[in-house]
Structure formats: structure tokens, C-alpha cells
């Protein structure tokens, strides 16, 4: 299991641009892939960008192109880089495990994106 604490959001408006991070603690970072998810409101949560220990990288077509994942490992975390920010994008972000592995959710970082 790892220790999950994500940072970095906040109120944005459209077109702008926000760094997520998302620190892990506990052992074979390294060699883990990891994701960050978001949850909008009334919906359930989805996953949204994906990189493994080689950094190879996946994101969801909602967000392919405007969203850039990218880990350190020496630092233990992961990032989310979001640009030309759209009101649909607006949600709880979160980090993870993939596939999900049982390591308890973290706070999450609340992403708004005004109109």
C-alpha cells in the first residue's frame, strides 16, 4: 500500500492552466504505474491519465492533448499538468495505484474551472 497526498488545485478560469501533484510514500514507487482520476459532481469517479514505471503514458480522450502526466521518481511523486482548462474538467482530483491496488484514497485536490 502506499500513503497518497495530492496538491495543486484551485479555481481557474477556462483556457487556464493548473500542476496537480500527488506524493506517495511507501516502498516501489518506482516500479509502479500510477493515475490520476477525478470525480465531477453527481459522477462517479474516472480514471484520466496513466503512467507506468517506464513512462509510457495513456489519458482519456476527454483530456488527451490539454492534460500531461509525468512522475519522479527520486521524489516519489506523480504530476498532473493541465492546460487550456474547460468547465467540464472541474472536480475532485485524485491519484492512485493502477490498477487499483487496495492504498486508501487521499484527500483528493478540488479542481474548479469558471466559465
Known amino acids: 500500500q502506499v500513503q497518497l497526498v495530492e496538491s495543486g488545485g484551485g479555481l481557474v478560469q477556462a483556457g487556464g492552466s493548473l500542476r496537480l501533484s500527488c506524493i506517495a510514500s511507501?516502498?516501489?514507487?518506482?516500479?509502479?504505474?500510477m493515475s490520476w482520476y477525478r470525480q465531477a459532481p453527481g459522477k462517479q469517479r474516472e480514471e484520466v491519465a496513466t503512467?507506468?514505471?517506464?513512462?509510457?503514458?495513456w489519458y482519456s480522450d476527454s483530456v488527451k492533448g490539454r492534460f500531461t502526466i509525468s512522475r519522479d521518481n527520486a521524489k516519489t511523486t506523480v504530476y498532473l499538468f493541465m492546460n487550456r482548462l474547460k468547465p467540464e474538467d472541474t472536480g475532485v482530483y485524485y491519484c492512485?495505484?493502477?490498477?487499483?491496488?487496495?492504498?486508501?484514497w487521499g484527500q483528493g485536490t478540488q479542481v474548479t474551472v469558471s466559465s
Open positions: 492512485n495505484t493502477f490498477p487499483l491496488g487496495g492504498s486508501p
Open positions: 511507501g516502498r516501489n514507487f518506482n516500479i509502479t504505474s
Open positions: 503512467i507506468s514505471p517506464g513512462e509510457n503514458t
